[in-house]
């Protein structure tokens, strides 16, 4: 037999391997996705995602409005439409936003498919390769993606229960400043944090602001969670007190629906113009089937009774975790959140959520480990659960399922010191759309 | 009076305008934007857009399809879905490109939002700023955007009646080389060119692709109107006879509507990859709703004597375009498309597309500039007009308002000797994405 040298990873196979961008190596593709494909098998439950649980949505309602949008303005809603978005539509988000304190103009809004476009835009337009980021720790793990393929530079702040620390802000921003970095934009999610369930304070909120308009630096806040409150209405958005300093991304993906791929960014003047072309670039222009259907759905649906039922579903859920914890994970300390979809949960000492990973989805039961959440590759103590989707019953037998592979996996410790590490698990920075 | 000095352009109104990219300043709002604004207006026929005409389309059928999606998929249609796209949706793609003889698998399909996201991604992960990609003079105003965008250094090269010359990219290519300048990909449009309604001929393509493949370039296919010819069946694609050379791109958008924003890319397996990876982070995942729009329509409507009434009404659109202008323009030339949606006209001796088009659009008629379809700024002897959207009565009338702004451009000239250049109209770059 002859003894065969495996090719380098990559290049076998793939003759354009030398020509990609240096944007591209940054692209890579988790070795835990293949976990990913299989947590979506009926017999795992998955705490992982991020869906939203759409069996309340009034589908026939929804289906007839759509019927009626393409058999009367289906030439409008089959055609091209504009970069920056229908204008009926970017009027209806005026009134969306208007819940959580916002006033702006039509003229503001950029219409973008999802929120996560407004976040490749935004970095698209501001990051050169190198200049820095700030953004909370943990983060969400889509920013973190596409903050990574624009060859940013991401330094996290701490959080603690009241969301971002402005202390450890002011300290962060003058300490780049004295090192002379470049920072961009400071990233943040103030409520119902992805993943970490905490909300930034009332308190907090202009302390931030002003710490990063004394330092010159753009806030982006990013809030696909913050009419999903369970306990009181919501807080003012960022947004709400300063126009110059803050990038408002909001979305349609949670509180209604993310097929149509709907979300918006508000920007200054300036900044939208970049943003219009920006996103011309990238798209031409977002799907005015899917606008319409949106604007169709916000005109004669009861939206806002909608979302009130979507807070009392999301709570019943939220209870069913934090219960099940409580009653099998007691070794476990985890955030209580007050709206949105997840809890974060920090794992008994000297357990590794990210090597654990395969055994729970030996085990039928799949998070996110905390490392997806870190530039650094730090988080391995923690893991997201998200309770969202399951039906509280999954949801128990979920944690029932998780805390066995814990308890498991605590035995392995204790016989081998340490949490072993299969080589196929390396690296969690893309898990994939369904985990998000 | 006090004496005001002007402040910089952008400057005064944008607090951030020192925080861009440096790609940012690559994306530049036209100054004819606001032209393209009025062009809209009824009183203007505009032979400028590149709208499809969607009277025709069957929307109570559309209308219908889209009801019963929503209504018994509903929980899917509106849900995230896979980065790549539908499975289904990718099996019918092979059925439409199967007419152009390309044979492929499912996994080599990635659908996007509007094959302008494909572009886009193709861009990000092969260009670095300064890399060079190789184009037809003229080609794509949008494609030029992109390209512009990601920093690439385009180089053209001429075509003729018969497409893209093979001597000429076998110059451009031994020249780029012998440079040492880093050449990424040949971009091309070969069936009823985007703006030049040429069709590269099937003699050619074999020379293009051994020319390419001789020198490492990647060749990217961009192909929206293949299908949309007056005379015979689509010629066999590029990529028909080369997997790994070629990259396809395909839209929905041309052959059906482009309000779903459904487009896809074909390529080799490690690109195919990369791409999912890079529409993730842009977009997270193309909307469910949409593609199963698509798939609906394709699984349940005669898609094909769809295509083939397209056919029959482009083409009398055309005759009504080319027999317009010969008895109008006699002193201009002209291509006579034998598909798609342009022609491409060359103004006689002296004129300038782009100084004259502010007079053309108070005389009722807009076209595009040929400067917008060059990366350097020529072109200014050529005009793009489109006949895909106005009825021939409108596409009559507009030539003959054409001509009557060309007889006074004329005597203009004559008096002054040149065509005055009014101050606001500098830059066609980016006309915005009506135009396209």
Request: aromatic share 8%; net charge negative; hydrophobic share 40%.
């Amino acid at each position: 037999m002859t003894s065969l040298t495996p090719p380098t990873p990559g290049t076998r196979l793939d003759p354009w391997f030398g020509a990609y961008a240096q944007r591209a190596h940054n692209m890579r593709a988790s070795e835990v996705r293949a976990l990913f494909a299989v947590v979506n098998r009926p017999e795992v439950v998955s705490l992982a995602g991020g869906m939203p649980y759409l069996e309340g949505l009034p589908l026939g309602v929804i289906a007839d409005t759509m019927q009626r949008v393409i058999a009367t303005q289906g030439t409008t809603a089959l055609q091209y439409g504009s970069g920056q978005g229908l204008e009926e539509l970017r009027e209806q988000i005026l009134d969306v936003m208007r819940l959580e304190g916002i006033d702006a103009h039509p003229d503001d809004v950029v219409v973008t498919t999802g929120s996560q476009q407004a976040l490749d835009l935004v970095t698209r337009i501001f990051i050169d390769p190198g200049d820095v980021i700030v953004a909370e720790a943990p983060s969400y793990v889509g920013a973190l993606g596409v903050f990574r393929s624009y060859q940013a530079d991401i330094v996290h702040v701490p959080i603690d229960g009241d969301g971002l620390i402005p202390e450890a802000l002011e300290e962060t921003l003058t300490r780049l400043a004295a090192q002379g970095r470049r920072v961009k934009f400071l990233y943040t999610i103030p409520n119902f944090h992805n993943p970490a369930g905490v909300t930034l304070s009332l308190e907090r909120r202009p302390r931030i602001l002003e710490i990063a308009r004394r330092h010159g630096v753009l806030v982006i806040e990013d809030n696909p969670y913050g009419l999903l409150g369970f306990s009181h209405d919501p807080l003012p958005a960022m947004r709400s007190t300063d126009e110059e300093g803050v990038l408002y991304l909001g979305s349609f993906s949670k509180t209604f629906a993310p097929g149509f791929r709907v979300g918006w960014v508000v920007a200054p003047h300036a900044v939208r113009e970049k943003l219009v072309l920006a996103s011309e670039s990238a798209i031409l222009c977002p799907s005015n089937a899917s606008q319409m259907a949106i604007s169709a759905y916000l005109s004669t649906s009861d939206w806002k009774g909608q979302i009130k039922s979507f807070r009392e579903l999301y709570r019943e859920r939220r209870d069913a975790m934090v219960g099940a914890l409580a009653e099998h994970l007691p070794d476990a300390s985890w955030t209580v959140p007050d709206g949105g979809f997840y809890t974060w949960v920090k794992l008994p000492d000297g357990l590794d959520s990210k090597s654990m990973l395969p055994r729970a989805v030996t085990g039928r039961v799949a998070y996110v480990p905390g490392t997806a959440f870190f530039a650094d590759g730090s988080g391995a103590d923690h893991m997201r659960l998200s309770y969202c989707f399951p039906t509280p019953e999954r949801i128990r037998e979920g944690v029932r399922r998780l805390a066995a592979v814990v308890n498991a996996e605590r035995e392995l410790v204790e016989i081998f010191g340490t949490s072993p590490s299969p080589d196929d698990v390396t690296d969690i920075d893309n898990p994939g759309p369904d985990s998000l």
